[in-house]
């Protein structure tokens, strides 16, 4: 039974290396901020709202946390929502299994469907997602969502597992890159130079990096960027504001948690936690609060670092 720490600094914050100490707070400690879930996951900040907003795939339903109440309740229910992010006029950008698309919920809730087909076949599950700072919206394309009942239905896949590309003006729709085994968390960096995506269908479970072309529309040069090993499991990451990746990790005693790696690939830090996180994201009034979706629970660190602004 996982207890929050009574001391400073917390244990379950652990630095491996000198880089790791300036990003954390010696008197801050893992809170979980809620319980009941199934598979928490792709959790977004709404800074003018001062909430959270996360899914929870297998209840079908989106949850969300006010950070000044600390009340939880639904926000919405229906599409079997995975990864979400916001665009730069501030609206929800959701991938949804149960509709095999990436969708925009409008000021007035209203839903608008961005992808769900590339040169006229079905997607596979949209998973992960990202704004970059040109309007465009990068999302991965795994099989989880249609390879069980759990989070979605059952379906054969139309398409491979790729990364795309919609145009922020256009709309229209490209594949960024191919013949990634099914391709899962993504983020950029800093100054959008960089592209992370995690690779979770090979073994071991790797995160590539790629550089992002000059005219902003696709990547060049990919090459791994760490190797899980033998049991790491990484999923949805987000960077801070130094270009260092925090990766949702598991699985097992030991590995589950959040994994921190400098921007050269070494890992810098890892906070420890009861249970498998999935995805994570920095929010709060100064985006020092890190949130991190976590199998049935939410959790939340304040950290010394600002998270990269991603929307």
């Given at each position: ?8 600094p ?46 929870d795939?297998?209840?079908?339903r ?6 000044e109440?600390?009340a ?31 969708v ?6 209203a ?16 998973n ?56 899962n968390?993504?983020?950029f ?37 760490a190797?899980a ?12 504001v130094?270009?260092?990746?925090w990766?949702g ?20 830090g ?22 991190m ?19």
């Open positions: 039974m996982w207890t929050p720490s009574e001391c400073y917390d244990p379950s914050v652990e630095i491996l290396d000198p880089r790791f100490r300036g990003l954390v707070e010696t008197h801050a400690a893992v809170e979980r901020l809620a319980q009941g879930m199934r598979w928490a996951e792709g959790p977004v900040w709404f800074g003018d709202q001062r909430c959270l907003i996360w899914s795939i297998p209840n079908d989106l949850m969300r946390f006010e950070e109440t600390g939880v309740g639904v926000f919405r229910r229906g599409g079997f929502t995975n990864g979400n992010t916001r665009d730069r006029q501030g609206r929800l950008i959701s991938c949804q299994h149960g509709a095999r698309a990436v925009r919920t409008e000021f007035d809730g839903l608008t469907v961005l992808a769900d087909r590339f040169e006229g076949k079905r997607l596979n599950s949209p992960d997602v990202v704004v970059k700072s040109d309007g465009s919206v990068w999302f991965t394309d795994p099989t989880f969502g249609i390879s069980t009942y759990y989070e979605g239905s059952i379906a054969e896949p139309e398409l491979p597992t790729n990364v795309y590309r919609i145009d922020g003006t256009s709309g229209r729709m490209s594949c960024v890159i191919a013949g990634i085994d099914q391709p968390g993504l983020c960096s800093p100054d959008e130079k960089r592209l992370y995506v995690v690779e979770s269908g090979a073994r071991p479970r790797r995160i590539h990096v790629f550089d992002v072309t000059d005219d902003g529309e696709g990547v060049a040069n990919g090459r791994v960027f190797d090993g033998p049991e790491g499991t990484p999923d949805g990451f987000r960077c801070d130094k270009g260092n990746l990766a990790w598991g699985v097992g005693e030991g590995l589950n948690g959040v994994r921190v790696f400098a921007p050269d690939g070494d890992v810098i890892h906070v420890h936690l009861p249970e498998r996180c999935a995805n994570l994201c920095f929010g709060g009034r100064h985006r020092t609060r890190l949130f979706a976590a199998s049935q629970s939410l959790y939340a660190l304040h950290v010394r670092v600002q998270g990269a602004p991603y929307f």
